[in-house]
């Protein structure tokens, strides 16, 4: 990925529990990027909880120096609780990652946390987004970008559905705000 000059969002591979050695080693390696590839870095989710706004909120305080110490922009990671204007950390961050169950995140307050963080300039990005019908959600609602770990993990079964949206036009628009 480094090598495609493409932008750069870093998951904290939170949703199975968070392994603080791994993320501050990781913490450590995007410190000492040299900086033309550092400033690709678009953001760095902030360890967080799944389906828990108040401890990823606590969460957020404890660990959001970390990243900006590494010279990091930093996502807020908004899950189930969080509410669009006294839920999120705005004047820190660049980012809001779309977590959550998926009932919540693909609920009225998630559309109106990425509403809301639009109006502030902030990226937008979701996550679990494994299937063509939530690429086009993604796209209505006008999320900058997203990922799912079945492109990785399983990377011959869903490429091929990815490829075949694309070539049917679903979500075009999204792709190609990857590339700008």
């Given amino acids: 990925m480094l090598s495609t000059g493409l ?16 993320f501050e080693r990781m913490l450590k390696r995007m410190f000492d990027l040299p900086i033309a590839l550092k400033s690709r870095i678009l953001w760095c989710a902030v360890p967080d ?5 108040r ?13 900006g110490w590494a010279g990091i922009p930093r996502a807020f990671v908004a899950q189930d609780g969080c509410e669009p204007v006294a839920g999120i950390p705005w004047s820190e961050i660049r980012c809001v990652f779309i977590g959550g169950s998926t009932r919540w995140k693909l609920g009225p307050v998630a ?13 937008v990005h979701m996550g679990r987004v494994n299937s063509a019908k939530r690429i ?18 399983f ?20 792709f190609e705000g990857f590339l700008r």
């Fill in 7 to 22: 932008p750069i969002g870093v998951d904290n591979s939170c949703f199975h529990g968070y392994d603080a050695p791994a």
């Fill in 55 to 67: 401890v990823t909120l606590r969460q957020f305080g404890q660990y959001a120096s970390l990243i």
């Fill in 111 to 123: 559309a109106r946390i990425i509403d809301a963080a639009k109006a502030r300039g902030c990226w």
């Fill in 136 to 153: 086009r959600y993604c796209a209505a609602l006008g999320v900058d970008s997203f990922d799912g770990s079945g492109y990785s993990q």
């Fill in 155 to 174: 990377a011959q079964t869903y490429l091929p559905k990815v490829t075949r949206a694309l070539a049917e036009g679903i979500a075009q628009e999204v």
């Fill in 49 to 53: 909880v799944v389906a828990n706004h």
